[in-house]
Nanobody
Framework: QVQLVESGGGLVQAGGSLRLSCAAS????????MGWFRQAPGKEREFVAI????????YYADSVKGRFTISRDNAKSTVYLQMNSLKPEDTAVYYC???????????????WGQGTQVTVSS
């Protein structure tokens, strides 16, 4: 069974950068589509970025396009989210999840980790 552990969150000023990591244990990491999602207080978990198993196909929410970059290292069973030009509205708990296909709905992903808090001050 795959377990996911997110890390790399923190407090940053607007315009700053953070790099999140999501380390996976278990087999067949490269066979999974991996997604980054975020959840702000009182809001539903929303799609941020998705990457296919081989890393060739990437998808981004309009709100982060051009600022965030998703990548993965299958040899290390890790997926990353590089976040640049951060805005206060990016403040949320960030989660990674796995899926068998590309979906933007969080309900189609599982094995969520504990999440990592990102706070962007203005």
């Amino acid at each position: 069974q795959v377990q996911l552990v997110e890390s790399g969150g923190g407090l940053v000023q607007a315009g700053g950068s953070l790099r999140l990591s999501c380390a996976a244990s278990g087999r067949s990491f490269s066979s999974y589509v991996m997604g980054w999602f975020r959840q702000a207080p009182g809001k539903e978990r929303e799609f941020v970025a998705i990457i296919s198993g081989g890393g060739m196909n990437k998808y981004y929410a309009d709100s982060v396009k051009g600022r965030f970059t998703i990548s993965r290292d299958n040899a290390k069973s890790t997926v990353y989210l590089q976040m640049n030009s951060l805005k206060p509205e990016d403040t949320a708990v960030y989660y990674c999840g796995k899926s068998r296909a590309v979906y933007t709905r969080a309900t189609m992903y599982d094995s969520w980790g504990q999440g990592t808090q990102v706070t962007v001050s203005s």
